[in-house]
């Protein structure tokens, strides 16, 4: 059976059961947040026209080969993309629109920090055809916003999520946990205030240091002190798996929790496979091509990124085959980091062949379920997940 779903699938293209999204990505923000390692750029001054227009001409270029295609979802990330002026999102969006099919699903994400919120502005996206905000507003209280470098209140983040409720159709947000002195109760005080608010969809995600930023630096000095250990890390991790299956919000992802069919369209095109084009300054791509899948990628300097739009009619910087074997590895690594899991029938007969003793042998010890064609991990497990990774693939 597997291997005729795998014959298949080799006659159709194996994005195609992921599906088709755009990325944009707006390099800029007000401030760099210390836990940050994201593309993203403090600068004085920007003309948004200049960048106006060298999205709409990658957004052209982009489309040449894949305008007969139905596109899903598009997301506005960064950065800050609620710092864009909202003609240039309403001229991005015309533009969408004048090159693709849009799904009847179709989904339109944009990314906002509570500091950016104006309720004009909102409006203003909204009417352009954004119908989903993701708010990062990371701690519920002052002290920890202060000391994770946000330019917000709590007060400011609760008033930016009614904005945000009052004017798009579906409202996300991030908490970060596993804060410097914070305690579990902390963080289940925490919790339960931020299930109060009501919102169909949240990103919940621990703090991790990594090396290039302030918080980074600081670690390694000696200096960023009182971080949970990892037990304590590990039982947040559970308590927030309960507390969200609790309220009807599992996890359909790693960090990623949402009430039945509030799951974020684009990111799920991410973790099953699908292709996506990537436009902006270090933003990446996965596009198939007359039957090979490419890794694409564009500089990560917004002025390298502006200059080569303007001088040479593109932003892209690479453009890699990716073989079967690398594409395969890809989508079982992303795949089992959701609720939903692998579909054994994408993946060739060669590979089940070298995994299948893995795979039983993790079933037996709980770590991995088996269902028909699919294996997923189960979600009070997706902690282990990189070793169990290791432990199926190498």
């Known amino acids: 059976m597997l291997s005729q779903n795998w014959s298949r ?3 159709a293209e194996p994005w195609r059961a992921g599906g088709f999204g755009l990325y944009i990505h707006w390099p800029f923000c007000q401030a760099k ?11 004085k001054s920007i003309d948004q026209d200049r960048w106006a227009r060298a999205y709409l001409s990658e957004l052209d270029r982009v489309a040449e080969d894949t305008s007969d295609r139905i596109l899903g979802t598009v997301f506005f990330g960064g950065g800050t993309p609620s710092l864009m002026d909202p003609k240039i999102v309403d001229q991005i969006m015309d ?18 920090n509570p500091s950016s ?6 409006q203003a996206y909204r009417a352009a055809g954004v119908d989903r905000v993701s708010l990062g507003i990371q701690a ?4 920890d916003l202060k000391a994770l470098g946000r330019l917000h209140s709590a007060d400011e983040a609760k008033a930016a999520l009614d904005i945000a409720g009052s004017t798009f159709d579906r409202v996300s947000f991030d908490l970060i946990y596993a804060r410097q002195n914070q305690s579990l109760t902390d963080w289940e005080v925490e919790l339960t205030k931020a299930l109060s608010y009501g919102t169909s969809h949240m990103s919940l995600y621990q703090l991790t240091i990594e090396d290039g930023t302030a918080f980074g630096e600081r670690f390694k000095a000696g200096k960023l002190r009182d971080l949970p250990d990892d037990d304590l890390a590990a039982d947040m991790f559970e308590l927030t798996q309960t507390k969200m299956n609790d309220a009807g919000m599992p996890a359909y992802e790693v960090s990623n929790h949402a009430k039945p069919g509030q799951e974020s369209r684009h990111n799920l095109i991410y973790w099953r496979g699908g292709d996506y084009l990537g436009i902006g300054p270090g933003a990446h791509g ?4 007359n039957g090979t ?3 694409t990628e564009t500089p990560l300097a917004p002025s390298v990124w502006l200059t080569a739009v303007e001088d040479s009619g593109s932003g892209q910087s690479v453009k890699t085959p990716i073989t079967p074997d690398e594409a395969e590895t890809e989508y079982v690594m992303m795949s089992l980091r959701t609720s939903e899991g692998t579909d054994l029938a994408r993946l060739s007969p060669a590979l089940i062949d070298s995994i299948s003793f893995k795979i039983n042998s993790l079933v037996d010890v709980g770590l991995i379920i088996q269902t028909d064609t699919r294996i997923s991990v189960p979600a009070e497990k997706r902690v282990l997940l ?9």
Request: net charge negative; charged share 25%; proline share 2%.
């Open 9 to 11: 699938l080799l006659t």
């Open 33 to 43: 947040c210390p836990y940050c390692d994201f593309n993203s750029h403090v600068v």
């Open 95 to 112: 533009r969408i629109r004048a090159n693709w099919s849009l799904a009847n699903d179709f989904e339109a994400t944009m990314e906002a």
């Open 117 to 122: 919120v104006e309720a004009y502005r909102f």
């Open 140 to 143: 519920l209280n002052d002290a």
């Open 286 to 289: 996965r596009i198939t091509d």
């Open 293 to 295: 899948r490419y890794g």
């Open 386 to 394: 990189n070793a169990i990774l290791k432990e199926l693939l190498t």
